[in-house]
């Protein structure tokens, strides 16, 4: 682990116990298994992958509002050690923040934008002033591209990019190092989309901010990825430089996930491999590789084992026996 990593996370998973019937035994659901990577200040991590792959719960593992079920999760030097249904540390809370799809369900519909905004500082910085709150939030206002008039109105005045612009400086104000971003641009017209990605690139290199972006649109992502992981079924099944990724994708189910995207140029239309069927169903997974049932490339040894991420060049680890390894050769 190198020392100015501001998220290191080591075999993260969550597992959570469910009870399908009132006479069934509780099953396990797997959403995240054995999530590792490093991010750095200033950096993107995208995470990316089909509904229901677990992008959201290692969203939830690594702003704290769940404990992992095992793994090592290391924020700005402090090892977290959650207990379930504890707060995190006040100072950890605050380096890491989320922004959800919907602004809407997490700004206070009661509340104006001042009050949203000047209320984290209330809580955590007991040395400034009513004006020099007032102050710090109608900075934050101007640097998300708010006007000074905004601050006294409520969310639904607001057209959906605004709420987003809210969200986003409610979540800078007490300046934290990560911002995990949970398809913070999904439910916006695409020119909006734009502009909040704009906003979001700009407020990186102004504040040095490291980004866990989540998303299933790879469009989107291949713009502002420096790393990438791309889950299946709970599992990180490609990872590593996202440029490598994007450029040539590995394992197979990145290859179907890539060519399912629309690509504007039609000679190449008819490359595109077709993703289909479902994932399977978290409480009966198939045995072996998950992707197996539904992978061009599958053969019956696939069944046999659930393969691990294994390297395939020096920066890009894939999970999958068809796959050639790199002969990395290691210095003593
Ligand atoms: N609290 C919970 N209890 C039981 N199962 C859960 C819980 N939260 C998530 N899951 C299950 O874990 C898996 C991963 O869910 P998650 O919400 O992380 O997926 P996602 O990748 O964010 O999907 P989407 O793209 O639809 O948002 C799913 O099978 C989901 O049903
Ligand atoms: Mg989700």
Redesign the pocket.
Known sequence: MTAEAVIHAVNLTRH?R?KSGPFAAPAV?K?LNEASFDLYPGQTLAVV?E???????LARVLTMIEPPTSGELTINGHRVELKEGEPPPADLRRDVQIIFQNPYGSLNPRKTVATMLEEPLKLNRRDMSAAQRRQAAMEMIDRVGLRPEHVDRYPHMFSGGQRQRIAIARALMLHPKVLVLD?PVSALDLSIQAQILNLLADLQEEFGLAYVFIS?DLSVVKRIADDVIVMYF?QPVETGHAAEVFSHPRHPYTQALFSATPVADPNRRKERMRLQGEPPS?LSPPPGCPFAPRCFKATSECSLEDPPLEPVSAHVNVACIHVEKARLTLRP
């Open positions: 959570y469910i659901v959403a992958g509904s229901g792959c677990g992008k959201s719960t398809e299933h709970g978290p």
